[in-house]
């Protein structure tokens, strides 16, 4: 029971992360990338 909640979880977790995360490390790319060519 405990293990299905869990995986569940995982799997809401992984469709909802990975578009922020996406966006965020787009943004902090472009700051970084920014921050090296000074």
Excluded: E, G
């Excluded at 995982?10 to 992360?17: E, R, V």
């Excluded at 966006?23 to 060519?37: A, E, G, H, S, T």
């Amino acid at each position: 029971m405990c293990v299905i909640r869990v995986a569940n979880n995982l799997k809401t977790i992984n469709k909802f992360i990975p578009n922020t995360l996406l966006v965020i490390l787009q943004k902090y790319y472009q700051y970084i990338l920014n921050l090296l060519r000074d």
